[in-house]
C-alpha cells in the first residue's frame, strides 16, 4: 500500500506563489506521478504529471506550474506561480493510472488518496 503525504498549500494572495512537496515510498519512482486538484462542488482533475518522457500540463496552469521531482528523497513538487483564485483547492499527488499515464487526464488514481493540502488563493 503506496501512502502519500502532501504538504506545502496555505494562504496566498492573488499572484503568488506555493511550493507543493509530495512525499513518498521509494517505489513511486519508477512510475509517472501527477499533482490533481478538487475545488468545491467540483471533480478532481488532473493539472500537472511527469514522467521519464517528459512533463504535461493542465491547459489551465500551463505558464504558471512547475512539476519536479527528486528521487534520491523520493519527494515530487509543484511549482505554482501567477496564482489566481480559481486555483483554489485541495491539492493532492498519485500516480495516473494506465498505459499513456503521462498523457492522462482523468480523475483517477493508482493508490488510496492522501489527506492533500488546501491551497486557498484570496485578496
Same mark, same amino acid.
Given at each position: 500500500?503506496?501512502?502519500?503525504?502532501?504538504?506545502?498549500?496555505?494562504?496566498? #494572495?492573488?499572484?503568488?506563489?506555493?511550493?507543493?512537496s509530495?512525499?513518498?515510498?521509494?517505489?513511486?519512482?519508477?512510475?509517472?506521478?501527477? *499533482?490533481?486538484? #478538487?475545488?468545491?462542488?467540483?471533480?478532481?482533475?488532473l493539472?500537472?504529471?511527469?514522467?521519464?518522457?517528459?512533463?504535461?500540463?493542465?491547459?489551465?496552469?500551463?505558464?504558471?506550474?512547475?512539476?519536479?521531482?527528486?528521487?534520491a528523497?523520493?519527494?515530487?513538487?509543484? #511549482?505554482?506561480?501567477?496564482?489566481?483564485?480559481?486555483?483554489?483547492?485541495?491539492?493532492y499527488?498519485?500516480?495516473p493510472?494506465?498505459?499513456?499515464?503521462?498523457?492522462?487526464?482523468?480523475?483517477?488514481?493508482? *493508490?488510496? *488518496?492522501?489527506?492533500?493540502?488546501?491551497?486557498?488563493?484570496?485578496?
Amino acid at each position: 500500500q503506496v501512502q502519500l503525504v502532501e504538504s506545502g498549500g496555505g494562504l496566498v #494572495q492573488p499572484g503568488g506563489s506555493l511550493r507543493l512537496s509530495c512525499a513518498g515510498p521509494a517505489s513511486i519512482r519508477v512510475y509517472v506521478m501527477a *499533482w490533481y486538484r #478538487q475545488a468545491p462542488g467540483k471533480q478532481r482533475e488532473l493539472v500537472a504529471a511527469i514522467g521519464y518522457g517528459g512533463t504535461n500540463y493542465a491547459d489551465s496552469v500551463k505558464g504558471r506550474f512547475t512539476i519536479s521531482r527528486d528521487n534520491a528523497k523520493n519527494t515530487v513538487y509543484l #511549482q505554482m506561480n501567477s496564482l489566481n483564485v480559481d486555483d483554489t483547492a485541495v491539492y493532492y499527488c498519485n500516480a495516473p493510472p494506465g498505459n499513456r499515464a503521462l498523457t492522462y487526464s482523468g480523475g483517477g488514481g493508482l *493508490w488510496p *488518496w492522501g489527506q492533500g493540502t488546501q491551497v486557498t488563493v484570496s485578496s
